[in-house]
């Protein structure tokens, strides 16, 4: 069965951060993920995991500064340096833990167009060639917030053609939905390009159920592609976390049926 991922950046945001995995277990998620959880050092986050009996599922390469909005350093020129620091991090994190996805966040560039598309595309081949033989691949997403210099699932997965498959899209219900893609043709059509799968609803980006999308078809469209893959949960939660997270069994129940020959 897909390992279920809590986002815990998201979600358990009233714990510390060395006591979300434990919440996240016990509300049945198999999984954590966050894009930066170097406040807990890589062999105290593994022996956790292991003692909860949890996976890792994805890391991002560093945010760059909150505060600025910058959600990544990917296509910003002039911080290449900074970027390549963090993605070595990220990718020895990762590799401690167990973790089979680093995602560099493009980020919200100020320059120009073309000068944000060259940085990226040449900081996507860096990282790239730096995991060859590491057993962790690279994650892409496309994000709407604005700004962001990879904003599209077709300029996605046209950057992924170009680069002849060597990393995995991340696709997310939520942002599928902002940009008027339907989630399960999206998948039955895109199925082979995705590692890694977020689930949020739309509008208002709150937990299953709270929207207008319908994920029994979304999880049907998975199965039938044989996704394995991880399936994260990255919303914010409208009600306390393990409360908006009562639909988890349910989920469970058809991952499961859905599973079964």
């Known amino acids: ?149 990879m904003g599209s699932l077709a300029l996605a997965a046209d950057l992924q053609d170009q680069f002849h498959g060597r990393f995995a899209l991340l696709f997310d219900t939520y942002h599928a939905a902002v940009l008027g893609e339907d989630p399960r043709r999206w998948i039955t059509r895109n199925a082979g390009r995705i590692g890694h799968v977020h689930i949020a609803d739309h509008p208002g980006r709150h937990e299953p159920g709270t929207g207008t999308l319908a994920f029994e078809p979304i999880l049907a469209a998975l199965t039938a592609a044989g996704y394995t893959g991880a399936i994260g949960f990255e919303y914010i939660p409208s009600a306390a976390t393990s409360a908006s997270a009562a639909f988890l069994p349910g989920w469970k129940r058809l991952l499961s049926e859905k599973a079964s020959p």
């Not at 950046?9 to 966050?34: C, I, M, N, Q, S």
């Not at 290449?80 to 919200?108: Q, S």
């Open 1 to 149: 069965m897909n390992r279920l991922s809590a986002h815990i950046g998201y979600l358990y945001a009233d714990l510390p951060l060395a006591e979300r995995p434990a919440a996240a277990a016990r509300d049945g998620f198999t999984a954590v993920e966050h894009p930066e959880p170097w406040a807990v050092p890589a062999k105290e986050m593994r022996a956790r995991l292991a003692d909860l009996g949890l996976a890792f599922s994805q890391v991002t390469s560093g945010m760059g500064d909150a505060a600025k909005g910058e959600k990544g350093l990917a296509a910003l020129a002039g911080r290449e340096a900074e970027f390549r620091a963090g993605f070595d991090r990220a990718l020895a994190y990762a590799r401690e833990v167990g973790c089979p996805f680093v995602h560099p966040m493009a980020g919200v560039p100020k320059g120009g167009v073309l000068d944000a598309a060259e940085t990226y595309r040449l900081n996507l081949s860096w990282a790239l060639n730096r995991v060859e033989g590491s057993g962790v691949r690279v994650l892409v997403e496309a994000i709407t917030i604005p700004g962001y210099h």
